[in-house]
Structures are given as C-alpha cells and as structure tokens.
C-alpha cells in the first residue's frame, strides 16, 4: 500500500449496514494517520454497544474514534447538533494535519456533516400540539396532512414512522416552506471523498442474519435489560433502534425470544435496502466492492481513489 496521498481531505465511507464500513474506516485512518468520526446514530448512545456493533478498543486498533457514547438513551436524537460536533472534530483534525474518517450508515448524519444544510429549529408549542395529535388520532390522519401539505416528503416518509412526520409538519408550520425544501443538495462544505461500500444482496443478508446471532450471543438481551433500568423506553429515539425495540417487546411479554430475533433480521434486512437506496442517489459516492473474497483489496481499492480528481 505505498500508495502516495496528497494533503489531508475528508474521507466518508458509507453504505449499509454490515457492508464492512467499520473496518474499512479503521484501515484507511491507520493507513493515512488519520481519525474515525462516527455517523451512525445509534453510536451515539452510552451503553448501546451489541446493538449497534459497535468496535472494541481492540478492534480499533489504536486508531482515535470521536462522537461515540455521548447521549444518554433518554435523549432524543438531534441531527443538528450532531452537525456541529461533526464539523467541530473535522475542522480540528484538518487543521492538524490529519484525515477525518467519517464513518457510518445515518444518510442524513452524514449529509448533515459534510454538505451545505441547515437544519430549521424549533417550537415547543407546536411540538407538543403536534405529538398530542399523533396520539390522538395516529400517524395515519398526520401522515395524510403531510401528503396534502408537501406531496414529495409524504412519499418518502413511511406512514407509520408518527415522529418524522411530526417533525415534518412542524418544519412546514414554522417555516411557511415544505419540508423538502429542507432536505440535503449537493453542496459540499469540504473536500470530501465518499466511499460506498457496495456487497450483494443475498450475502448482505446473510451477514446480517449472522450479525444478529452474534448480537444474541454476547448479550443483547442483558444490554437491554439494563438501559431499559436507564429510562431506555422513555427515549424516544433510542427505544426504536434495531434490536432493542424488539428485546423491549419481548422483556413486555409482547413476543417470544425467538420472535424478537427473527423480527430483528427482518428489520435490519429492510433498513439495508433503505440505506442502500439513500446514498445510491448520491452521485458523489465511489462504490467499492465488499464482498467476502473482495475483501482483502478494498483498503487498497479506496487509498488508490484518493489518486484522483474530487469534484466536491
């Protein structure tokens, strides 16, 4: 890998989930003496670890990693923030002279960090009138509204997804604009390379399954047991993350063992197509393949990218 790079440059790898993204992100820092930022939003979190797949310091290996463990599960996500500590670490490593690594599957966490965005605020009283009318009568009524309100993002939120749909229609509300207006171009604030981290759906699928089982193996149920103690069902974005929205319902006695793993693989393999579709409509991200006999070459596949022409 004697490969000649030029000055440091932000680097994102992305794709879904159980593509390989972590390892990659791992090499081409060590190889570039650069640092990880996380992008993945349930990283985000103190103590969802199994869950979320996360490295050990082991599997680290020695390479600096930021924006992991920093909320508490009570706390809502907030891509805004994120932005901030996102730009924050990265305007730090490149004045240091090192390769910011962002690494993650959150398409809008990532957007949110490297492209042109700003996010809309908001108000607690239209918040909570909102909220208090999806509890009433349910994110299909809200999700009707929406469709009238700004066709194109009622068809790309899911009609049972009752919190981005609030925050769809407070952003309408508040603003006086529909809620795409908002959504991400592609106006780079850096001088970025993305690296997307393509694998076959039938062996992604299979990783998956095999990820679960390993999830199951070193404890998720255990891990749930013990942030739902931490207030874990009162967090309204930690609550629904992959696997730990199901172990709830399985520790309520809403399902069996069994069912919440399956339930798992079937929702972790649907959210991979959902990624997958997110960043394919990115025509700034370099596909890379990481498929098992691939994956030797992909390091060296990725550093050799960093030889040409980035149009940010």
């Not at 909320?71 to 907030?78: E, G, K, S």
Request: charged share 25%.
């Amino acid at each position: 890998m004697n490969i000649a790079v030029p000055a440091p440059r932000v680097i994102a790898v992305v794709g879904p989930t159980a593509a390989g993204k972590s390892d990659l992100g791992v090499a081409l820092a060590r190889h570039l003496g650069g640092e990880v930022i996380n992008a993945d939003s349930m990283q985000l979190y103190r103590g969802m670890d199994i869950g979320t797949a996360k490295l050990t310091p082991q599997e680290q290996q020695g390479v600096p990693h930021h924006l992991l463990d920093i909320w508490d599960v009570t706390r809502a996500a907030n891509v805004a923030e994120y932005q901030k500590l996102a730009r924050a670490q990265i305007d730090r490593l490149l004045a240091e002279g090192r390769t910011p690594v962002l690494v993650g599957g959150s398409g809008l966490y990532v957007r949110g960090a490297l492209d042109a965005l700003d996010f809309p605020g908001t108000d607690p009283a239209v918040r909570a009138r909102l909220e208090a009318e999806l509890a009433e009568h349910g994110s299909g009524a809200l999700h009707a509204r929406l469709a009238a309100a700004d066709p194109a993002a009622a068809h790309a939120i899911l009609a049972g997804n009752g919190r981005r749909i609030v925050r769809a229609l407070e952003v309408i509300e508040i603003t006086g604009r529909p809620f795409t207006a908002h959504l991400p171009g592609h106006e780079a604030v850096y001088d970025t390379l993305q690296i997307g981290v393509d694998v076959a759906r039938p062996e992604l699928d299979e990783r998956i399954a095999r990820r679960v089982d390993r999830m199951w193996d070193a404890g998720l149920v255990d891990e749930v047991r013990r942030l739902a103690a931490e207030g874990l069902r009162e967090g309204r974005t930690a609550s629904r993350a992959l696997g730990y929205q199901q172990v709830l319902a399985q520790l309520a006695g809403e399902c069996t063992e069994q069912q919440a793993r399956d339930e798992t693989v079937r929702a972790t393999k649907r959210f991979a197509r959902r990624q997958d579709s997110w960043f394919r409509r990115d025509p700034r991200v370099h596909w890379l393949s990481g498929a098992a006999d691939r994956q030797a070459e992909l390091p060296r596949c990725a550093l050799a990218l960093l030889e040409r022409p980035v149009t940010a």
